[in-house]
């Protein structure tokens, strides 16, 4: 498996667990795994990563989402958000301009140009403030 389809498995996973009652971790992952693929380690590494950090991670969004608070974007954008900053920060193998790229990429893929600029947007202002 790519190391971006494992990212789309990741995506998946914390999309879901923005929902109500997406508290439950094991049971997310074994319905996805019942119901649409095995979950890869790296895909479960990351969605519970990013629930373990999740508070730092809304943080992050808060602050560089340009007044735009996490509790008011759309689901899709806020969980590609969550996987990208989770990979910055957290997951040394991948660069962060990779996470970035990658980020855009879901975001066309799941949402909408306008989402795929804010998102870079977000990253990239990230990004340049850890410098």
């Known amino acids: 498996m790519k190391r971006s389809e494992m990212r789309e498995q990741a995506f998946y996973l914390t999309f879901e667990g923005l929902f109500p009652n997406g508290d439950n971790l094991d049971e997310l992952i074994e319905l996805y795994s ?6 890869c380690s790296y895909a479960k590494e990351v969605f519970e990563g990013i629930n373990k950090n ?13 007044s735009w608070k996490a509790e008011r974007l759309p ?20 660069p962060e301009n990779v996470a970035i790229n990658e980020a855009v990429e879901l975001a ?8 795929a600029s804010f998102i870079n947007g977000v990253l990239g202002a990230y990004s340049r403030s850890r410098e």
Not at 34 to 39: A, C
Not at 84 to 93: C, G, M, P, Q, T
Not at 108 to 115: M, N, Q, R, V
Request: glycine fraction near 2%.
């Open 34 to 39: 019942e119901n649409v693929e095995k979950v």
């Open 54 to 66: 999740r508070n730092s991670l809304l943080e992050i969004v808060n602050k560089f989402s340009n």
């Open 75 to 94: 689901k899709t954008t806020l969980a590609i958000l969550l996987v990208a900053l989770y990979e910055i920060d957290y997951v040394d193998s991948v």
């Open 108 to 115: 066309k893929k799941f949402a909408g140009k306008e989402d």
